[in-house]
C-alpha cells in the first residue's frame, strides 16, 4: 500500500525555493492512539480551519551536505531542526533526493505562537506541502490530485493530524466502511454532497484559555493508549460515532451533532484521566466555559457548542444563521472573562 508513494522518478535536483502555507484543523471525531509507522487506532473526521495557518519557505541548496536549519517567525529553533532532519531521514524512501542537499526553513504561524493551538497539523502539512513542491518540480511533474495526496501520506508521517489539513470541508483520516476511499495512510476529504448546508457555514471560536507548553504532548498521550484499559472501547466507539455522524450530516440533525461533538471531546479528556500515569489538561477555566455553554444552551436553545482538542483551550463552535449575534454577545461578555489574557482567535471552517 504505502509502495504507491515510491516512484522510480528521474530527479534532476537543482537549489530551489518554494512557498507553501497550510491551515489547521480541528476534529469532530478524534485520533487519539496510533500504532507503528503512524497508523491511527481509529478513524477520525476534522472542520479545515480558514485564518489559524503556517506559512512555510523552504530553501533546497543541492549538493551540500545533508543538514536542517529551521527559523521560526526569525529566530533560530534547535529543537524543531533536529525534529526535521529526523522526519526528512524517516521519509527519504519516499522521496529519494531529500538527504541530498541542505536546508535552510523559515516558518510562521498566523495565530500567536504561545497560543496552545496545535502546530503541528498545519506546521508539517506546510512542510509535505513544500516538499511535494520539490518533488515534483525535480521530477518535471505536475502538482496534481496524486502529488497532494503523497502530501497528505508525508504529512500524516510528522503528525497524524497533519494529513487531514491538506483538503478544506470535512476529512476524514483512517478507514472506515462508512467513507469510500478512506485510509489509514492519508486523508480524503468527505463528500461534499452529503453534508446538509447547515454544517457548511460554521465558526470555530477559540478560547485561549491557557496559553504557553501544555504538559503532557500529544505524541506521549497517544502512547499511553497502548496500556489503556479503555481503549478498544474508545476505538470501537470512534467506529460507532463515524456511523452516526454519517447520517446526522446528511440530514443536517444539529442538536444530534452537538451530542455527539461534545462527547467526542470529553472522551479524549475522559482518556487521559484514565491513562497511566493519569493525567489532565483541561483547567479551571476549561471546565467554567462548558458549564457556562450548557447553562446557556438550555436557556436559549442556541446551538453554541464545544469541542477541545489535547489542551485546555475551549473550541467554540457554532453556524451562522439565526441567533449568531446573540451567541457572539454572550461570548464575549460572558466567556472571555476565562481567557489568560483576552485570548480569543476568530475562525471558521473553510469549504
Ligand atoms: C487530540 O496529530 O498532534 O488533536 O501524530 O503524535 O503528532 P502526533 O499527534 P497529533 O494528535 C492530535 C490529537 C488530537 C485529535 C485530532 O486532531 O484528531
Same mark, same amino acid.
Given at each position: 500500500m504505502e509502495n504507491q508513494f515510491i516512484k522510480k522518478n528521474q530527479y534532476q535536483i537543482g537549489n530551489a525555493v518554494v512557498t507553501q502555507h497550510c491551515p489547521s484543523n480541528i476534529a469532530l471525531i478524534k485520533y487519539w492512539g496510533k500504532y507503528e509507522n503512524q497508523i491511527p487506532a481509529n478513524p477520525s473526521i476534522s472542520y479545515t480551519l480558514n485564518h489559524c495557518k503556517t506559512l512555510t519557505e523552504i530553501e533546497f541548496i543541492a549538493g551540500e551536505d545533508f543538514s536542517v536549519q529551521t527559523y521560526l517567525s526569525g529566530k533560530l529553533e534547535l529543537k524543531f531542526s533536529e525534529k526535521i532532519e529526523k522526519y526528512f531521514k524517516n521519509i527519504e524512501n519516499y *522521496?529519494?533526493? @531529500? *538527504?541530498k542537499g541542505k536546508y535552510i526553513i523559515r516558518t510562521e504561524n498566523t495565530f500567536p505562537h504561545s497560543s496552545g493551538i496545535a502546530s503541528s497539523a498545519s506546521g508539517f502539512g506546510a512542510i509535505a506541502k513544500g516538499l511535494m513542491e520539490l518533488d515534483v518540480l525535480f521530477s518535471n511533474q505536475q502538482m496534481d490530485e496524486e502529488a497532494l495526496q503523497k502530501a497528505s501520506f508525508l504529512g500524516r508521517l510528522g503528525s497524524g493530524s497533519a494529513c487531514r489539513s491538506l483538503y478544506p470541508g470535512l476529512v476524514v483520516w483512517g478507514k472506515t466502511e462508512e467513507v469510500a476511499g478512506s485510509s489509514d495512510f492519508y486523508a480524503v476529504p468527505y463528500p461534499?454532497?452529503? !453534508?446538509?448546508? @447547515?454544517?457548511?457555514?460554521f465558526n470555530d471560536w477559540v478560547l485561549l484559555i491557557h496559553e504557553g507548553e501544555? &504538559? !503532557? &504532548?500529544s505524541t506521549v498521550g497517544h502512547g499511553l493508549m497502548k496500556t489503556n484499559p479503555y481503549a478498544e472501547q474508545r476505538f470501537q466507539q470512534a467506529h460507532v460515532n463515524f456511523k452516526k455522524l454519517k447520517e446526522i450530516l446528511r440530514i443536517g440533525d444539529l442538536p444530534a451533532f452537538i451530542k455527539l461533538v461534545e462527547h467526542e471531546a470529553l472522551t479524549l479528556h475522559a482518556m487521559m484521566m484514565m491513562s497511566d500515569p493519569a493525567f489532565i489538561l483541561m483547567k479551571t477555566g476549561t471546565l467554567e466555559v462548558i458549564n457556562k455553554i450548557w447553562e446557556f444552551r438550555k436557556n436559549t436553545q442556541l446551538p453554541l457548542f464545544f469541542t477541545l482538542d489535547a489542551g485546555a483551550n475551549v473550541h467554540l463552535l457554532f453556524p451562522n444563521g439565526e441567533g449568531t449575534a446573540s451567541i457572539k454577545n454572550f461570548i464575549e461578555q460572558e466567556l472571555m472573562q476565562y481567557t489568560q489574557s483576552k485570548g480569543v482567535v476568530k475562525d471558521e471552517m473553510i469549504f
Amino acid at each position: 500500500m504505502e509502495n504507491q508513494f515510491i516512484k522510480k522518478n528521474q530527479y534532476q535536483i537543482g537549489n530551489a525555493v518554494v512557498t507553501q502555507h497550510c491551515p489547521s484543523n480541528i476534529a469532530l471525531i478524534k485520533y487519539w492512539g496510533k500504532y507503528e509507522n503512524q497508523i491511527p487506532a481509529n478513524p477520525s473526521i476534522s472542520y479545515t480551519l480558514n485564518h489559524c495557518k503556517t506559512l512555510t519557505e523552504i530553501e533546497f541548496i543541492a549538493g551540500e551536505d545533508f543538514s536542517v536549519q529551521t527559523y521560526l517567525s526569525g529566530k533560530l529553533e534547535l529543537k524543531f531542526s533536529e525534529k526535521i532532519e529526523k522526519y526528512f531521514k524517516n521519509i527519504e524512501n519516499y *522521496l529519494p533526493w @531529500i *538527504l541530498k542537499g541542505k536546508y535552510i526553513i523559515r516558518t510562521e504561524n498566523t495565530f500567536p505562537h504561545s497560543s496552545g493551538i496545535a502546530s503541528s497539523a498545519s506546521g508539517f502539512g506546510a512542510i509535505a506541502k513544500g516538499l511535494m513542491e520539490l518533488d515534483v518540480l525535480f521530477s518535471n511533474q505536475q502538482m496534481d490530485e496524486e502529488a497532494l495526496q503523497k502530501a497528505s501520506f508525508l504529512g500524516r508521517l510528522g503528525s497524524g493530524s497533519a494529513c487531514r489539513s491538506l483538503y478544506p470541508g470535512l476529512v476524514v483520516w483512517g478507514k472506515t466502511e462508512e467513507v469510500a476511499g478512506s485510509s489509514d495512510f492519508y486523508a480524503v476529504p468527505y463528500p461534499n454532497d452529503e !453534508v446538509h448546508a @447547515i454544517f457548511k457555514d460554521f465558526n470555530d471560536w477559540v478560547l485561549l484559555i491557557h496559553e504557553g507548553e501544555k &504538559s !503532557v &504532548s500529544s505524541t506521549v498521550g497517544h502512547g499511553l493508549m497502548k496500556t489503556n484499559p479503555y481503549a478498544e472501547q474508545r476505538f470501537q466507539q470512534a467506529h460507532v460515532n463515524f456511523k452516526k455522524l454519517k447520517e446526522i450530516l446528511r440530514i443536517g440533525d444539529l442538536p444530534a451533532f452537538i451530542k455527539l461533538v461534545e462527547h467526542e471531546a470529553l472522551t479524549l479528556h475522559a482518556m487521559m484521566m484514565m491513562s497511566d500515569p493519569a493525567f489532565i489538561l483541561m483547567k479551571t477555566g476549561t471546565l467554567e466555559v462548558i458549564n457556562k455553554i450548557w447553562e446557556f444552551r438550555k436557556n436559549t436553545q442556541l446551538p453554541l457548542f464545544f469541542t477541545l482538542d489535547a489542551g485546555a483551550n475551549v473550541h467554540l463552535l457554532f453556524p451562522n444563521g439565526e441567533g449568531t449575534a446573540s451567541i457572539k454577545n454572550f461570548i464575549e461578555q460572558e466567556l472571555m472573562q476565562y481567557t489568560q489574557s483576552k485570548g480569543v482567535v476568530k475562525d471558521e471552517m473553510i469549504f
